[in-house]
């Protein structure tokens, strides 16, 4: 199997490799494709947890660009269940899979602006491909702003939606301060007292 990251960002490089490796049978050849540094950084570091030492190859593609290649043999271990201390889970099961995500702003952390933009990029598209989805996302502040027409995290939000079944929560008081409302591709409109009681009926938040 071949799985060709090149091009794409953190972190779907890595989800792309879980995906690949949930399909592979033990002992399958494996080759991983990636010219991002990071997200090479990424995956070895992820093998290395499966216990695996693939072998490391610089190569050149037709355009002169060059990107590194990882070839190794699909471990046992791909599907194994990470154990968990009981002392390290004060939630039952079905309690931990009750969870919301809240975002309050068009970028991730505090810095350069260009940066955070692409990290909350990252975070939304990443979100998308979590074994457990969440009850809902609610937006608010300039977070409204990546459901609008336009932005890149707009269709991932939809996909969310539709395909996931995930609640897509706008604030409404947001959304007209920032004159959105026609351009919102996705979304439900709310006001801050539903937003209030969706958050009380989970039993965690998830906040980029």
């Known amino acids: 199997m071949t799985i060709d990251t090149r091009g794409r960002l953190c972190p779907m490089p890595l989800i792309m490799l879980k995906k690949g490796l949930a399909e592979c049978h033990v002992g399958d050849e494996v080759y991983v494709l990636t010219d991002n540094e990071t997200a090479c950084g990424n995956l070895n570091d992820y093998l290395r947890e499966l216990k695996v030492q693939p072998q490391q ?7 002169g660009k ?6 190794f043999c699909a471990p046992a ?3 194994a269940t990470p154990q968990v201390a009981a002392e390290c889970v004060p939630m039952s099961a079905s309690e931990q899979a009750t969870y919301g995500v809240v975002i309050g702003g068009d970028e991730m952390g505090h810095g350069d602006a260009e940066l955070g933009k692409i990290l909350m990029r990252a975070f939304v598209n ?8 969440p009850r809902f996302v609610i ?8 459901a609008t027409e336009g932005s890149d995290t707009a269709a991932t939000l939809k996909r969310l939606h539709t395909e996931k079944g995930v609640d897509i929560i706008c604030c409404g ?7 959105v409302r026609e351009k919102l591709a996705v979304g439900c409109i709310s006001n801050m007292y539903s937003i209030m009681e969706m958050q ?5 938040i998830l906040r980029p």
Request: aromatic letters at 10%; hydrophobic letters at 40%.
């Open 57 to 63: 190859s610089v190569l050149t593609d037709e355009n």
């Open 66 to 71: 060059t990107y590194t290649q990882l070839h």
């Open 77 to 79: 271990t791909v599907n």
């Open 126 to 133: 990443a979100l998308i491909e979590m074994a457990q989805m």
């Open 139 to 146: 937006l608010y502040n300039r977070g409204i702003l990546l």
């Open 173 to 179: 008081t947001c959304v007209d301060y920032y004159a």
């Open 200 to 204: 009380s009926h989970v039993a965690r």
